[in-house]
Every structure is written in C-alpha cells, then in structure tokens.
C-alpha cells in the first residue's frame, strides 16, 4: 500500500483543512481513557454469527487480485475451505478505483443457514479512499431506481414495487458511495433475482467490510423495497449520507424502540477504527442505528468485549471517541494559526498519541481490519497475525477455553 505513518497522519489531517482545522471540546481526542462499557452484552449466538460474517467477507479479499481468485463450487486461497455446504453464483470486479466494487454471491446450503450471501469488499485503494471521504453530499435517489429516470418516474416504480416502502425525503449520500453502488447493481442483480426465484426460503443476507459495507448499505435499501427483506451485517462502515437518509434506513430496518439494536441490521465497529468516524459530521455525515461495538483494542474478542448501542450514536460506543475530552486541541487556521502553532501543539500533543481517533489514518492497517479477525489478505488461513489462532468456540478462542 506504500504510504509511511507519517504521510497517513498528514493526509488525515488534511482532511479537515477545506473546512474546520479546530477541534471543539466535544471532539477532542479519546486519550488516557479505557474502552467504554455497558451491560448491553450480546449473545454467543449473535457473536459466533458475526465471527462466522467475519470469515465469510475476509474470503472477498480473492476477488480482484491476480491469480485465481475464488473458484466453484467455492474454492480460493483464503478461507473457503471452512464453508463446505457453500455453493459459487458468481464473482464482480467493476474496477481499481475509488468508486470501484469487489465481491461474491454464494449459496448457502443445509446444513449451514440457507442463504443467499452476497459479499462485498472493501477496497486496496487505501489513500484514495479516505481522500474520497472527505466528498460533499449528494441528492439522494429514493430505491429502487436508475439515475437515467426522471424523479416522477422513479418514485412511480418504487411506491408499483412496494406500496408499503416510505419515500426519503431530504436524503443525501456520499457520492462515490453511490457511485460505487452503481456500478455494481447490473453486475449483481440478474443472480440475485434468479437466485431469489429459484430458492424463495433462502434469507438474503448481506454482508460488508469497509467501503463494502457502505455499499452493502446502499444494497439493503434496494433489496428491501423489492420485498427480500434482507439480513446485513457491516464491518467497518463509514457514514454513508445526513441525517434525512440515517432516519429513512433506521425507519426500514427499525427494531422498536432501540433501533436495529437486535434487528435485520448490524453495524459492527471496533475500538480506534477511524473509518466509521468519516466522513465528518461537520460536512453533514450522520450515522444510523444497529451498531454492535467491540470495545477490546486488540485480537481476540470475547462475548463480554462486543455490546449493543442505543440509536444512531451512543456514546459509550464508537461516537464516543468524538466526545472525551483531552489532550492540547489542534490550533485553528480560521482562527489565525501559522504552522508554528501546530509544530507547538504537535509538540505538547507528544506525537501520534493524541490524534483524534477520527484522524488515526495508520489505524486503517489495524484497528479497521481487526474484526474477529484481521481481514484482508487472501491467503491460506488469512491475515499472518490469526495463523497461531484458534476458531472460536462459545465466543471464545479455542485456545482459551
């Protein structure tokens, strides 16, 4: 990926500098205070799920690399070899750019849950990126729909495929995100409807890592209003569009009165991931509920470090990294800073341990890939940090039993 620790720190920070190089007191970094905890623990069973979910998008780190990525009946360098019962629909790759799109479809046969599993990865294209995060808002175009349509026609189609589906309204969404979406919705769709009509009580789940999961996101709103009534599961995911669109998809996916909180929707983060911290809310990004957050920095997780959080931004959970208060605050250009205020602050902050989390770009080789697992490698067994691991057992790793 040939960026240094330093060039990322830079490019992060850079980020903001369009707009608002000041960080206020409620977005100060999260610094000499441990993971926040609850009570709200998760079950073994929805944590052995996500740990298997884990696994299953990891394997999506073969499609579009060189070699021969995955094979049917479902055969590849990386994890395959743990789902016997899974049967290959078929491969995508759109591209190597940013608004590019990786994945697989696959079926899940008894006696594994039958599924359908559509799996999105993430993409290799780090700094591209995280420099794409910092994109203004777009319209957003109420699902389904093609952008070619005028906004009467659209609607029109959406309310003759589902009357029950509510219309989004003052919906904006990151435009590469949409972009990327886009490009993979002809790519997937004739599988899924074939798959769809050829295995009608087969659940359509959905699952994302990184900027898989934004459009994994983008995906379930889709399939919904088709009435597939999909399960999607998020690793990693960014803030995906404002408010308007965080409440249409908490609308469509809501679980009562805790939103998703064990619903059809669950957003994983972790600990020091940055990328569900971007992009800012300061340029109108929000997120949306069903998160279920792993507050243990390192591998391996256990039930008691993964929990539940209320609504779009519980601060005992990710959103708390933006709200602790501590160390120097970064000076403000607006306000006057030269750059030897920030060569002082950069001084009294004593380095990178008192960047805000949002701005901890080296966190994307570590703690935005530490999910189970460390994802993103296709090799046998995975990432080299997990091939001393055992599976885990009971929301345990074997060895630790």
């Not at 298997?52 to 070899?81: H, M, N, W």
């Not at 708390?320 to 060569?343: C, F, R, V, W």
Request: charged content about 20%; hydrophobic content about 35%; overall charge negative.
């Amino acid at each position: 990926m040939g960026y240094d620790m330093k060039s990322l720190l830079l490019l992060g920070l850079s980020l903001s500098l369009p707009y608002k190089f000041a960080i206020s007191a409620l977005q100060a970094p999260l610094i000499g205070v441990s993971p926040p905890t609850s009570n709200q623990n998760i079950s073994v069973e929805l944590f052995n799920d996500l740990e298997e979910l884990s696994r299953i998008v990891d394997i999506s780190y073969c499609v579009g690399i060189t070699g021969p990525g995955i094979q049917k009946p479902f055969l590849c360098a990386s994890r395959c070899q743990d789902f016997d019962s899974f049967e290959l629909v078929t491969t995508w790759n759109t591209g190597p750019f940013v608004s590019d799109s990786c994945g697989y479809i696959v079926l899940s046969h008894p006696p594994s849950p039958p599924r359908i599993i559509v799996a999105f990865r993430g993409t290799y294209s780090v700094a591209n990126t995280i420099i794409d995060l910092s994109t203004i808002p777009q319209e957003y175009i109420p699902y389904p729909g093609d952008e070619n349509e005028s906004e009467g026609k659209r609607n029109s189609r959406n309310r003759a495929m589902n009357a029950e589906q509510p219309q989004c309204t003052n919906c904006k969404v990151h435009a590469g995100f949409m972009q990327s979406w886009r490009h993979t919705k002809p790519e997937i769709l004739p599988h899924l409807k074939e798959a769809v009509q050829q295995y009608p009580d087969y659940q359509v789940t959905l699952v994302g890592h990184s900027l898989g999961g934004a459009v994994a996101a983008l995906a379930s709103l889709d399939f919904n209003a088709r009435g597939w009534n999909p399960q999607v599961t998020t690793f990693g995911e960014p803030r995906i569009g404002n408010q308007g669109l965080m409440q249409y998809l908490d609308q469509i996916f809501s679980d009562g009165d805790r939103a998703n909180i064990t619903g059809r929707y669950r957003r994983v983060t972790h600990f020091d991931d940055p990328v569900p911290l971007l992009p800012l809310t300061e340029w109108g990004y929000q997120m949306h509920a069903g998160e279920v957050y792993i507050s243990k920095p390192d591998l391996s997780p256990e039930v008691e470090d993964v929990q539940y959080c209320y609504g779009d931004d519980d601060s005992s959970c990710i959103a708390g990294a933006e709200t602790y208060i501590n160390g120097p605050h970064i000076p403000s250009i607006e306000q006057g800073a030269d750059i030897e205020s920030l060569k002082s602050w950069w001084k009294d902050a004593k380095g990178l341990s008192t960047v805000p989390p949002r701005y901890r770009m080296w966190q994307l080789f570590f703690a935005h890939r530490d999910y189970f697992w460390r994802l993103g490698l296709c090799i046998p067994g995975g990432d080299p940090k997990d091939w001393n691991r055992e599976y885990f057992r009971d929301g345990k790793g074997e060895s630790e039993l």
